[in-house]
C-alpha cells in the first residue's frame, strides 16, 4: 500500500517560478523524505524532516510538515529547466517498521 | 564501489522464464531494499534485509518471487516463471542501517524488466 499520496500528479512551470508539491499520509510517522527521480530509474535522497520538525531548508528547497493535518510540502525556489524530474515523498513509519513506503510521485516539467 | 550498483540494467525475456536481478550495495551499509515501480508509478516495497536478521519479505507479491542476500553484501532478486504484468523497473536500495531510523536510501539506476 503507499502511505504517502503526492499532489499535484503533474505541474509545468516556467524556469524561475516556484514549484510547489505536497503529500499526504495516513498513519503517525517518524519522519518524512523527500526524493527525487530522473528519467525512470534510481532515486536521489534530497531532504528528511522528523516529526518533531516543522521546517527544513536546504539550498532551493524549502520542506514543511504538519503532523496534526498529515501533510507535508516541498517548495523549489526560483525553478531551473535541470529541476525537471519526478519527485516523491516517503514516510516512514513510527514504531515497528521503520521500512519508507512512497507515494506515486510528481511530475515537474520546467520550461527554459 | 561509490554507488549502489545493479545488475543487469535491462533485461527482456518470455513470459515463463526465470530472471535473476543483482544488487551490490554500497560498502558498510547493514540494510538492502528492493522495490519494484511500474511505468508511471510509485515505488512498491518488496522485500528488505537487515545484517544477519529475517528478512521482511511481506512485500513479495507472489511465492513467484524470492530474494537473497550473502551475508551485508550483494542480493539477488529471482522472479520465477516470469508474466507480463512483472515488467517494471527493479529497484535496489541501502541505507547505514534500518535500526537507525532517519537514515536515508541510496538506489541504484534499477534494472528494466520487460517480459514479452
Known amino acids: 500500500s503507499q502511505q504517502g499520496e503526492e499532489d499535484p500528479q503533474a505541474l509545468s512551470i516556467q524556469e524561475g517560478e516556484n514549484a510547489t508539491m505536497n503529500c499526504s499520509y495516513k498513519?503517525?510517522?517518524?519522519?518524512l523524505q523527500w526524493y527525487r527521480q530522473n528519467s525512470g530509474r534510481g532515486l536521489v535522497h534530497l531532504i528528511l524532516?522528523?516529526?518533531?520538525?516543522r521546517e527544513k531548508h536546504s539550498g532551493r528547497l524549502r520542506v514543511t510538515l504538519d503532523t496534526s493535518k498529515k501533510s507535508s510540502s516541498l517548495l523549489i525556489t526560483a525553478s531551473r529547466a535541470a529541476d525537471t524530474a519526478s519527485y516523491f515523498c516517503?514516510?516512514?513509519?513510527?514504531?515497528?517498521?521503520?521500512?519508507?513506503?512512497f507515494g506515486r510521485g510528481t511530475s515537474l516539467i520546467v520550461h527554459p | 564501489g561509490a554507488g549502489v550498483s545493479q545488475s543487469p540494467s535491462n533485461k527482456v525475456t518470455e513470459k515463463g522464464k526465470d530472471v535473476e536481478l543483482r544488487c551490490d550495495p554500497i560498502s558498510g551499509h547493514t540494510a538492502l531494499y528492493w522495490y519494484r515501480q511500474r511505468l508511471g508509478q510509485g515505488l512498491e516495497f518488496l522485500i528488505y534485509?537487515?545484517?544477519?536478521?529475517?528478512?521482511?519479505k511481506s512485500g513479495l507479491p507472489s511465492d513467484r518471487f524470492s530474494a537473497e542476500r550473502t551475508g551485508e553484501s550483494v542480493s539477488t532478486l529471482t522472479i520465477q516463471r516470469t508474466q507480463q504484468e512483472d515488467s517494471a523497473v527493479y529497484l535496489c536500495?541501502?541505507?547505514?542501517?534500518?535500526?537507525?531510523?532517519?537514515?536515508?536510501?541510496?538506489f541504484g539506476s534499477g534494472t528494466q524488466l520487460s517480459v514479452l
Open positions: 516517503a514516510t516512514v513509519p513510527s514504531g515497528g517498521s521503520y521500512i519508507p513506503t
Open positions: 536500495a541501502s541505507s547505514l542501517a534500518i535500526g537507525r531510523v532517519g537514515e536515508k536510501l541510496f
Open positions: 524532516i522528523r516529526s518533531n520538525e
Open positions: 534485509f537487515q545484517g544477519n536478521s529475517a528478512p521482511d
Open positions: 498513519t503517525s510517522i517518524n519522519n
